[in-house]
């Protein structure tokens, strides 16, 4: 079964700082990783995918993720975080070789970026 | 092209009453999904429909709750006989269905239900 962890609940980072939110999966075959932000009463915009070739991933708002096979991780990172990036965070996984298997959201990460 | 359109935004019921919610997916879109997602907390499967049939609907509720992907018109997810707990953020995403860019899932704004 597919499993997607955000260990932090909340990650807290001044302005101008690199931010990172973690995010760790499970699937039994290969796997599509996903991220998706979320503002405040609104739908989740996507940010970035890894599907295949280059580890590390670059998406909007210059955001970026760098998958790791060994580690089984796929962090969201972005070298200097604005305050208007301070939303909710899903990462979000789906197995590429078990087409029949819908998408599985991790908890969210709420990140505050402080002025 | 429009995106993922989800109607009503808002919608109030009372305990025991029935609430519709709609989901347009975008032109070309044959898969929906639906998720719910209570305050504070992430999203939570519900089902996944292509047009007139149901892939896996394994995180509906066993009572009260259907979804539909009729060949015209929009996703409808019912729920019957309201109770509080239903009162949540319900989103409706679309996707290809097929070809390479099947896995890409794409986000209407929610209907947000608040049962009375």
């Known amino acids: 079964a597919q499993s997607v962890a955000q260990p932090e609940d909340q990650v807290n980072v001044a302005e101008g700082n690199p931010l990172t939110v973690k995010c760790t999966y499970s699937v039994s075959g290969n796997p599509y990783l996903f991220w998706y932000v979320q503002y405040p009463n609104r739908g989740l915009q996507f940010l970035l995918k890894?599907?295949?070739?280059?580890?590390l991933v670059k998406g909007s708002y210059g955001f970026e993720a760098e998958f790791n096979k060994s580690q089984t991780s796929f962090h969201l990172k972005k070298p200097s975080a604005l305050v208007s990036d301070s939303a909710l965070y899903f990462c979000?996984?789906?197995?590429?070789?078990?087409?029949?298997?819908?998408?599985?959201f991790g908890p969210g990460t709420r990140l505050s970026v402080l002025p | 092209n429009a995106g993922v359109m989800q109607n009503p935004r808002h919608l109030v019921r009372r305990r025991g009453q029935e609430a519709r919610l709609r989901c347009s997916p975008m032109k070309g879109h044959s898969h929906v999904y639906w998720y719910r997602q209570l305050p504070e907390e992430g999203l939570k499967f519900m089902v996944y429909l292509q047009k007139e049939n149901i892939i896996d609907e394994s995180g509906m509720p066993k009572e009260r709750f259907s979804a539909e992907f009729p060949k015209e018109g929009p996703s409808i997810l019912r729920i019957q006989q309201v109770v509080r707990g239903d009162s949540a953020a319900y989103f409706c995403a679309s996707s290809p269905g097929s070809g390479f860019r099947s896995y890409e899932q794409y986000f209407g704004p929610g209907t947000r239900l608040t049962v009375t």
């Open positions: 979000a996984v789906r197995d590429k070789d078990n087409y029949g298997q819908n998408f599985v």
């Open positions: 890894y599907i295949t070739g280059d580890n």
